[in-house]
């Protein structure tokens, strides 16, 4: 069973900065497919970024393109999101998920992500 915790949420202007972390327990298996989502109110979830816990391809949405980067701590069993240059519309409820079972790099599709963090508020002012 994987569990993944959520942090480092919360109020920033645009412009600025917030990194956000989700811990990973119950596995450290390194094919692990692990990504962020984002959900707005009234909005559909979108896959932000995602990358396998043991490197390679990285996936970007393109709004995020230049402005966020995925990264993991193999050490910690932690993955990050460094997110720069925020906008008013990355307003959302951020989600960490994973999946232990292959899913074709590049991609970042709800549906294919089995597990699920509660997630983590990122509120972004203009």
């Known amino acids: 069973q994987v569990q993944l915790m959520e942090s480092g949420g919360g109020s920033v202007q645009a412009g600025g900065s917030l990194r956000l972390s989700c811990a990973r327990s119950?596995?450290?298996?390194?094919?692990?497919?692990i990504g962020w989502f984002r959900q707005a109110p009234g909005k559909e979830r979108e896959g932000v970024a995602a990358?396998?816990?043991?490197?390679?391809?990285?996936y970007y949405a393109d709004s995020v393109k230049g402005r966020f980067t995925i990264s993991r701590d193999n050490a910690k069993n932690t993955l990050y999101l460094q997110m720069n240059s925020l906008k008013p519309e990355d307003t959302a409820m951020y989600y960490c998920?994973?999946?232990?079972?292959?899913?074709?790099?590049?991609?970042?599709?709800?549906?294919?992500?089995?597990?699920w963090g509660q997630g983590t508020q990122v509120t972004v002012s203009s």
């Open positions: 998920a994973a999946e232990l079972t292959w899913v074709v790099a590049d991609t970042c599709r709800g549906s294919d992500f089995g597990y």
């Open positions: 119950g596995t450290t298996y390194s094919s692990t497919y």
């Open positions: 990358i396998y816990f043991g490197g390679g391809t990285t």
